[in-house]
């Protein structure tokens, strides 16, 4: 008798110390880390999250909630982060982030303005908290950088598109923009100069396209900037990609307008974007674009862009508006500027799906027991309840043994 009760107390401290072991997580264990909250420069709805596991365990997620204070979006999460790793969190479906697999696809948008964010774990313990209501404190909606988390607070991404499931960047490096170059031959396999950007375009000029089209840049530094083997790629259709000739050098705040018959890019009216580059592939701007009025021309307009019926090759914009036109467009960039204002729209039917799940069958016991509630002391109680009973069963059938024994 005293060998069954002594196995019994063994086993519900052992419970007790693996239990607690788990589900203790505390404040900076696990953070959010990275926000893709202006999308890609596939689609402003390809928004990601990123957490990062801080300690050397894995930890296991289940019953864990990220949510914003209206409900949108509020993710419900699965599976295990592993230690001093990364957890990826996909809106809509799993080609949100090209070639790397999400942990768990979820459904809501997020502001495109601030939003906050609150990470809970099983037990509704606030981990974690991001708190922007009026703004976001980076990242870039134009070139699609990501906000990332920085022994100082938050930064800007250095890469478009961010570092998911990698270690954060070095922040966004905002020297370079206006740097003055005095290294004889600027570009070079180390240092290439931003801040060249597309301008204006125009896809859908009056008679036949071919020959009229055309497409601007801008050199928004005050050094001259070498565009050798710089390359332009249109997105949608038949892709070109063009590069431009040695020795083509744009003056500081100048103009360069490329047409069709050389670049040999066909932009096309309905949808399309395009993408420049430098020469070892890194993407310094973008545009997308849908439904091309009828020889009006697309004109960036500080962060946004804005059709206009005034053609400006070569010299500043002026946006002139022919308002029956623009009642028609459709353009993303015009759906992004009015984001602000309402949640970003999500069409997605899909529901959260975790892809990387791990079940463990302790866990599942106490739950089908307990239900939901995972706090450590309730289970140790529930567990001392459940050996005392077995205690007190064992010594009646025993005394009723004995007795039967005796007569």
């Known amino acids: 008798m005293k060998k069954i009760l002594f196995l019994f107390l063994i086993i519900t401290f052992l419970f007790f110390a693996y239990f607690a ?10 953070v959010i880390n990275e926000i893709a909250w202006m999308g890609t420069i596939v689609s402003f709805n390809n928004e990601w999250i990123e957490l990062k596991n801080n300690v050397d365990q894995n930890i296991n997620l289940d019953g864990w909630t990220l949510r914003a204070p209206d409900g949108v979006p509020e993710v419900k999460l699965t599976g295990i982060i592993s230690a001093n790793s990364f957890y990826l969190m996909e809106r809509t479906d799993d080609d949100t982030v ?8 979820y459904k809501g948008a997020l502001g495109n303005k601030s939003e906050d964010l609150w990470l809970y774990d099983n037990n509704n ?8 209501i009026e703004e976001w404190p980076a990242g870039d909606n134009t070139t699609k950088q990501t906000m990332e988390k920085s022994s100082t607070g938050w930064q800007t991404s250095k890469d478009i ?5 990698t270690q954060n960047s070095a922040g966004i490096i905002t020297d370079i923009i206006n740097l003055t170059s005095n290294i004889q031959n600027p570009i070079s396999d180390i240092d290439y100069l931003a801040g060249v950007i597309f301008n204006e375009i125009l896809p859908s000029p009056d008679g036949t396209d071919d020959g009229k089209e055309w497409i601007e840049l801008y050199n928004t530094n005050n ?21 431009l000739p040695q020795n083509t050098k744009m003056p500081a705040y100048g103009y360069l307008t490329l047409k069709r018959p050389d670049t040999k890019i066909t932009l096309n009216n309905t949808i399309d974007g395009l993408i420049l580059s430098w020469p070892d592939g890194k993407v310094i701007d973008f545009i997308n674009y849908e ?28 946006v002139v508006q022919n308002n029956a036109v623009q009642k028609g467009t459709n ?9 602000p204002k309402i949640k970003k729209s999500d069409n997605s039917k899909e529901v959260n799906v975790g892809l990387a799940t791990i079940n463990q069958p302790i866990n599942q016991e106490v739950r089908q ?35 039967y024994v005796r007569t």
């Open 331 to 339: 353009s993303s960039q015009a759906r992004e500027k009015d984001l």
């Open 98 to 105: 090209l070639n790397i697999t999400a942990d768990l696809i």
């Open 161 to 165: 598109g961010g570092t998911p499931r």
């Open 21 to 30: 072991k788990a589900q203790t997580v505390k404040q900076s264990d696990i």
């Open 223 to 243: 050094s001259e900037v070498d565009l050798s083997g710089w390359t332009i790629k249109d997105k949608e259709g038949s892709v070109t990609n063009y590069s």
């Open 125 to 132: 313990n606030l981990i974690d908290e991001i708190n922007y």
């Open 291 to 318: 439904n091309a009025p009828s020889n009006q021309s697309y004109n960036k307009t500080g962060a946004n862009w804005q059709w206009s019926a005034s053609l400006t090759p070569g010299v500043k914009n002026i």
């Open 369 to 403: 027991l307990v239900g939901k509630n995972t706090n450590p002391w309730f289970l140790f109680i529930v567990a001392l309840l459940i050996t005392i009973a077995s205690v007190i069963t064992v010594l009646f059938i025993k005394f009723k043994l004995s007795k």
